[in-house]
């Protein structure tokens, strides 16, 4: 009978043999699946590593040639901004100093106009005054002529009249001697006096 139970026991030795056997091959096979997986996600954060690090100095990259460009445009800006002031400043100075001969050529005109209506106010009074001046003159022309008329007329009548007022204010017009009043006597040319 014991014979008979070591049969069973002595398979039920192997079978645990087998189970050890079948677990340590499960085991090595999960470790081995383990280590893969484990190389496999090492490999993939390395490479993960990588292109980070490669995205990185690119971005740097991108960073600083932007930078130089940003400075570059800067400069550029504060160039343009410079050239703008400086037009700014020439056009001003350009409109103030038309503002200033403009002024100047109005103020001119003006003290021209002002000088030519002087001018022209002088030339009147000047024009009023030889008008004035030849009136005067006609108008003592006119005077002295009537006075001659006069003049000539009483002379003229008085000599042919024969008279002493003639005889003195027409001479010998007359053509020849004229006689004394009464009482008057006058000298011939040998010098004698009547008695």
Same mark, same amino acid.
């Given at each position: 009978? *014991? ?159 024969? *008279? ?26 040998? *010098?004698?006096?009547?008695?």
């Amino acid at each position: 009978g *014991g014979a008979g139970g070591g049969g069973p026991g002595h398979q039920d030795y192997d079978s645990d043999d087998n189970i050890e056997g079948e677990n340590d091959e499960e085991l090595r096979q999960l470790e081995a699946e383990y280590n893969k997986n484990l190389a496999r996600a090492n490999k993939a954060y390395q490479t993960r590593m990588s292109n980070l690090q490669r995205s990185k100095e690119e971005r740097e990259q991108q960073h600083l040639k932007l930078l130089e460009k940003h400075q570059k445009e800067l400069v550029e800006y504060e160039k343009r901004l410079s050239n703008a002031e400086s037009e700014q400043t020439k056009r001003l100075q350009e409109l103030n100093e038309e503002w200033e001969q403009r002024k100047r050529d109005l103020a001119n005109r003006q003290s021209k106009i002002n000088l030519d209506v002087v001018k022209g106010e002088i030339r009147k009074e000047d024009e009023e005054a030889a008008l004035q001046q030849q009136q005067q003159q006609q108008q003592q022309q006119q005077q002295l002529q009537q006075m001659q008329g006069v003049g000539v007329g009483v002379g003229s009548g008085v000599v042919g009249g024969g *008279g002493v007022v003639g005889g003195v204010m027409g001479g010998s017009v007359g053509g020849g001697a004229i006689n004394p009043p009464p009482g008057v006597y006058r000298s011939n040319s040998h *010098g004698n006096q009547p008695p």
